[in-house]
C-alpha cells in the first residue's frame, strides 16, 4: 500500500514508542469491556469498589496513551508531508525545463499541493484505525477466554467477511484511480480557461465546447466516485450484515451446540457487539484509505517521473553561482527534437555560431523557424540532443551549467513576473527609481518593502518592469525574446536607440530576438533562422 510505504520510509520517528502506546490504549480499552462485564455479574456484589478503581485506571490510561498517540502521530506526519514537499520543490527547481513541460504543471500542482494536503488530513484516521485493529486483537483474546468455540466461531465469520470485502476493493480502487484521471483533465480545462479566458470571451463557440468538455469532465469524475462509493457501500452492508449473523448466532446457536451459561452468554454478546463497532469503524474508514493511497501513488509517481531523492538531504542546498568573466561562447553542432528516436517531432540545427562578449545580436526568422527553441538551448535550458556549449573554449557539462546559467539574465516571450524582488543584490534596489523613470512608469508601480506595489499592467508596461529585474540581476549577458513587440511605437524606439547602445556601453551583451527590421542597423550582428537553421549570418552594414 503506497500510502503506508511512503509513511513508513519517510517517518524518523520512535515506532516501538508509538506501537508500545498503541497497544497500552487498545489493551486498556478492551479492559474497559472485561470491567464493565465482571461489574455486571451477579457475583461481582462484593467487588464493586475494586472493579470501580480498575474502571477508572483504564479509562485514565487509555485517555492518557490515545492523546499520545494522536498527538505524536498527528506532528510526525506533519514533518514527513513537509519533507516530502520540500523534497518535491527542491526537485521541481532542479529540473530541467523539457522534463517540467513534459510533466506538465497540472499534475506537479495536485502531487505538491493537493495530494499532499490529502495526506495531511487523514492523520486521525490512521491513529484510529490502528487503535481500533488493537480493541479487535484484544476483544477477540477476551472472547477466546470467554469461550474458545465462540472464538473460533467469531474468527470464521470474520475471515468469511475479510476475504469477501478486499476481493471487492480492486473495482473500488480502479474506479478511485479513474476519478483522479477525471479529475486531472478538469483541472487542465480550468486552467485553460483561466489562461486563455480573453480567447474564450470572444468566441463563443470555443467557450461552449470547452464547457462541455469541462462539464463532461466533472461528471466523468462523479461518475467514478458514486461507482467506488456504491461499491463501498456495498461491502459495508455486507460486512454488517456478517455480523448481525454472528450475534444471532452467538444467541441462539452456541448455546446449542454447548453446555454455556446464560451469564456468558451475555458477555459474548457484549463482547461481539464491541468487536463489531471497532470493525465498523476500520470498514467506514476504507475510503479514507483508498483516496489517501492514490494521493501518495500520484506523489511517488512525480517522484520517479522528476528523479528526485528518495530522501530530502537538508544539508545540500543550491549554491549561488557568481557569474564568471567570458570572451565569448560557441555554439558547436548543436541541436535538438522535442520527440524522442521513434517520433522526434519537430527538430532544430545543427547550430554553429560564436557569440563574443560586449556584442549585441539580434535573431530573426518567421513564425516557427526555432528562435525560441535556439534561445532556450542557448541558455541552457533545454540540453542539446547532440553537439556542445562551449564557453571560451571549455565545453559546458552538467558540472559547470550552473555557472554557465549565472552568465544570464532574460525575458523570454513567456515570461513570469514575480511581484516580490527575488535573487537581487540589497545594493542594486537604489537604481530601481532611476530605472522605473527611464522605463517611464515611476507613475504606475513603485517598489515598497522589497515588493512591488502592483504588477498589474499593461502586457508592455509588464515587460518594462520585467527587463528593469532582470537589469538588476547585473549578468553580463541578457536575452530577451521579441521583447519590444508590446510596446508602443514611441517607446519601442527608445529601446532600440537609447536603451540597447546604453546596455552595451555597461558592457552587456545582449542577444535579442527581432522582427523590427527597421532597427536591425542598431546590431552589430543579425541571425537569420528559417526551419530550425541558421540561414545567414550577417554583420552591421551587411545586407
Not at 476475504?163 to 483533465?185: P, W
Not at 458514486?226 to 452467538?250: D, G
Not at 515570461?415 to 537581487?424: C, S
Request: with cysteine; charged share 20%; hydrophobic share 50%.
Amino acid at each position: 500500500m503506497e500510502f503506508l510505504r511512503l509513511l513508513r520510509s519517510e517517518s524518523a520517528i520512535d515506532l516501538r514508542r508509538l506501537i508500545g502506546m498503541a497497544i497500552v490504549a487498545g489493551l486498556s480499552n478492551a479492559m474497559v469491556l472485561a470491567v464493565i462485564n465482571a461489574a455486571a455479574s451477579p457475583s461481582a456484589q462484593n467487588t464493586k469498589g475494586r472493579l470501580a478503581i480498575m474502571f477508572v485506571t483504564v479509562v485514565v490510561t487509555w485517555s492518557i496513551s490515545q492523546r499520545y498517540m494522536m498527538y505524536e502521530a498527528s506532528k510526525e506526519i506533519e514533518r514527513i508531508i513537509h519533507r516530502v514537499r520540500s523534497r518535491l520543490t527542491a526537485a521541481v527547481r532542479d529540473s530541467e525545463l523539457i522534463e517540467i513541460e513534459r510533466i506538465g504543471r497540472t499534475v506537479i500542482y495536485n502531487a505538491i499541493s493537493k495530494e499532499i494536503q490529502s495526506l495531511g488530513q487523514n492523520t486521525n484516521t490512521l491513529v484510529a484505525v490502528s487503535q481500533m485493529s488493537l480493541l479487535v486483537v484484544f476483544a477477540l483474546l477476551y472472547l477466546l477466554v470467554l469461550s474458545p468455540i465462540a472464538f473460533v466461531i467469531a474468527m470464521a465469520f470474520m475471515s468469511v467477511a475479510v476475504t469477501m470485502y478486499l476481493g471487492r476493493l480492486k473495482t473500488v480502487n480502479k474506479a478511485i484511480a479513474d476519478s483522479f484521471t477525471a479529475e486531472y483533465g478538469l483541472h487542465e480545462l480550468l486552467e485553460g480557461i483561466l489562461d486563455g479566458f480573453k480567447e474564450v470571451k470572444l468566441n463563443a463557440t470555443r467557450s461552449k465546447e470547452i464547457s462541455d468538455d469541462l462539464l463532461d469532465a466533472s461528471l466523468e469524475a462523479a461518475e467514478s466516485r458514486v461507482t467506488a462509493q456504491s461499491q463501498l457501500v456495498r461491502n459495508y452492508v455486507f460486512t454488517q450484515n456478517v455480523f448481525f449473523l454472528l450475534l444471532a448466532t452467538m444467541v441462539f446457536v452456541v448455546p446449542l451446540a454447548t453446555d454455556i451459561a446464560n451469564e456468558t452468554i451475555v458477555k459474548l454478546t457484549t463482547a461481539i457487539l464491541f468487536v463489531t463497532s471497532a470493525i465498523a469503524g476500520v470498514v467506514s474508514s476504507v475510503p479514507v484509505f483508498i483516496n489517501a493511497n492514490a494521493s501518495a501513488k500520484n506523489i511517488m509517481s512525480l517522484h520517479q517521473a522528476i528523479g528526485a531523492p528518495s530522501r530530502l538531504l537538508s544539508d545540500v542546498t543550491r549554491i549561488a553561482v557568481a557569474p564568471p568573466p567570458f570572451q565569448e561562447i560557441e555554439v558547436r553542432d548543436v541541436s535538438f527534437a522535442y520527440g524522442d528516436a521513434d517520433n522526434p517531432g519537430f527538430r532544430v540545427g545543427p547550430f554553429n555560431v560564436t557569440f563574443k562578449a560586449g556584442e549585441t545580436v539580434f535573431i530573426s526568422g518567421g513564425n516557427g523557424s526555432g528562435k525560441s527553441t535556439f534561445m532556450r538551448l542557448f541558455t541552457s535550458l533545454y540540453w542539446p540532443r547532440d553537439g556542445y556549449l562551449a564557453l571560451d573554449g571549455r565545453p559546458v557539462t552538467h558540472e559547470t551549467v550552473e555557472a554557465y546559467r549565472a552568465l544570464f539574465t532574460a525575458v523570454f516571450s513567456e515570461y513570469h513576473l514575480f511581484k516580490r524582488l527575488y535573487g537581487v543584490a540589497p545594493d542594486a534596489l537604489a537604481e530601481i527609481p532611476d530605472l522605473l523613470k527611464l522605463f517611464e512608469i515611476e507613475d504606475k508601480t513603485a517598489l515598497v518593502d522589497g515588493a512591488f506595489t502592483t504588477v498589474n499592467l499593461s502586457a508592455g508596461q509588464r515587460k518594462r518592469v520585467a527587463l528593469i529585474v532582470a537589469l538588476l540581476e547585473r549578468r553580463p549577458l541578457c536575452v530577451l525574446d521579441e521583447w519590444a513587440a508590446d510596446q508602443d511605437p514611441l517607446f519601442r524606439r527608445k529601446f532600440y536607440e537609447d536603451l540597447l547602445p546604453m546596455f552595451k556601453a555597461r558592457g552587456m551583451t545582449i542577444i535579442a530576438v527581432s522582427h523590427d527590421d527597421r532597427y536591425f542597423h542598431v546590431a552589430d550582428r543579425r541571425l537569420h533562422l528559417e526551419e530550425g537553421k541558421i540561414v545567414s549570418d550577417l554583420r552591421r552594414g551587411e545586407s
